[in-house]
């Protein structure tokens, strides 16, 4: 099977001030190589605390920002090959769903109009047919034909949700890529939001990237997974692999620290997760994981563990995983 969207070794490092300083830049390491496969119509998870680089990442999945190295391919295409009038086009393919979108719709203008301005942006339509398109997408969004003309600041979070979603399947992408899109939500609002997704899933063959730090959400939704520390991929694994026999020592540590997450395979004791991680501008040689792992060796600090395909499927990277020499370590 071909992969919808090919995500090989991408690097994003930018500049930021330091602090306290007027003109003292530091590299802030944000994505450090990461590649990924995702599969035409999966549910891919995304998961990491704040700071390890996910917004970043996020960015960079919807070509909001352009990698420093590596590439991203969609459907055969890699995007940093294309006009920026191919780009356009290819735009509408995927689309970035973010987490609060009353900030991202702006309030003076309505329900319709804001549909409509996405299409009229991106696509070719003619006038008459707008309408019809627009209350077609709000009709499939689950939004009554009534809110065409209201103003989204008389909305609930959820609807406004919905107009987000019904903005972005207008131009009948192919990927959809949530920023922590159903974590704003209760209970009750995100079933159904979930409901839509599986519905318009099936309907027009979505694939859906969730970016979150909502175990129990990602848990709940997604098909595979993968987890995310200081700007690298640590582990990648199915739903069921990943919660019931987690690999890497960080996502055990993940799964002890989540509250929603009840039985676990492992002694959440011995997976405490403690202190901070490092500054993405000063990261130490070796595991990045190491200053937190309470599994760490003499070889942590030394050799960075590789990614590695341990059985078909499952990725991890740490040391303990390859062979003797760590069995021996443990
Ligand atoms: Fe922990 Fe070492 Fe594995 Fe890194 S390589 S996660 S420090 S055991
Ligand atoms: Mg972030």
């Known amino acids: 099977e071909v992969p919808l969207m090919k995500v090989e070794d991408v690097v994003r490092t930018y500049r930021a001030r330091k602090r306290g300083t007027f003109n003292t830049y530091s590299n802030v390491q944000a994505v450090r190589g990461v590649t ?3 599969m035409p119509c999966e549910n891919f998870g995304i998961v990491g605390e704040s700071g390890c680089g996910k917004s970043t990442l996020t960015r960079l999945l919807a070509w909001l920002e352009v990698p420093d190295n590596g590439s991203i391919v969609l459907n055969g295409t890699s995007l940093g090959t294309l006009s920026p009038r191919e780009l356009i086009r290819t735009r509408s393919e995927f689309q970035l769903l973010l987490q609060d979108p009353y900030n991202a719709l702006p309030p003076r203008t309505t329900v319709g109009r804001m549909i409509e301005e996405s299409l009229l942006i991106r696509g070719n339509v003619t006038r008459a047919d707008l309408r019809s398109r627009v209350m077609a997408a709000m009709a499939e969004v689950g939004l009554a034909a009534e809110l065409y003309d209201q103003l989204p600041n ?10 987000s979603i019904a903005r972005a399947l207008i131009l009948d992408p192919k990927l959809l890529i949530l920023d922590e899109t159903l974590s704003a939500l209760d209970q009750r609002e995100q079933s159904r939001l979930i409901d839509l997704f599986s519905k318009l899933q099936e309907k027009n063959d979505l694939t859906y990237v969730f970016i979150s730090h909502d175990l ?3 848990r709940r939704v997604c098909t595979r997974i993968a987890v995310m520390y200081l700007g690298e991929m640590v582990e990648i694994a199915d739903n069921r692999e990943l919660f019931f026999d ?18 676990k395979p492992f002694n959440p004791a011995d997976f405490l997760l403690e202190g901070e991680p490092p500054s993405p501008i000063d990261i ?25 395909e341990h059985t078909p499927g499952r990725f991890a990277a740490c040391h303990l995983l390859d062979g003797e020499e760590a069995q021996a370590a443990a």
Request: glycine fraction near 6%; charged fraction near 20%; include cysteine.
């Open 36 to 38: 990924l496969d995702i």
């Open 154 to 163: 008389a909305l609930s979070t959820g609807e406004r949700q919905r107009i």
């Open 246 to 263: 987690p690999q890497h020592p960080y996502t055990k540590a993940l799964l002890s620290a989540a509250p929603t997450l009840e039985e």
């Open 284 to 308: 130490p040689a070796g595991c990045s994981f190491a200053s937190r792992c309470p599994k760490a060796f003499g070889r942590c600090r030394l050799e960075t563990p590789k990614l590695v």
């Open 216 to 218: 129990a959400m990602v």
